[in-house]
Nanobody
């Protein structure tokens, strides 16, 4: 499976942005997909995950709860990360990847990564 994140850009604090992650390859709709981000000088961290197929199960990092929403559209083989009330600390390169699963500690088993997309939140 191949993944491609897009939709990044420069936004002001408080604004919203939706990032699509488009997947291609056999069975791509059945993969669990996660969003991750890496800010300058910091380690990559998980943001949110959604289960394959119907996308009934989701995971959110604490900082994403209440502000970010993950969803998937299997007809478009895409997973979306809607980000509201963006803050300067959300500035990072955002990546999507397939994940094996997740638990209280976050996702694990990241196998296929897409190229990232830059999100900059600044006034």
């Amino acid at each position: 499976v191949q993944l491609q994140a897009s939709g990044g850009g420069l936004v002001q604090p408080g604004e919203s942005l939706t990032l699509p992650c488009r997947a291609s390859g056999f069975g791509s709709n059945y993969y669990h997909i996660g969003w991750f981000r890496q800010a300058p000088g910091k380690e990559r961290e998980s943001v949110s995950c959604i289960s394959g197929g119907g996308g009934r199960d989701t995971y959110y990092a604490d900082f994403a709860k209440g502000r970010f929403t993950i969803s998937r559209d299997n007809a478009k083989t895409a997973v979306y990360l809607q980000m509201n009330s963006l803050k300067p600390e959300d500035t990072a390169v955002y990546y999507c990847a397939t994940v094996t699963g997740w638990n209280y500690g976050g996702p694990y088993g990241m196998n296929f990564w897409g190229k990232g997309t830059q999100v900059t939140v600044s006034s």
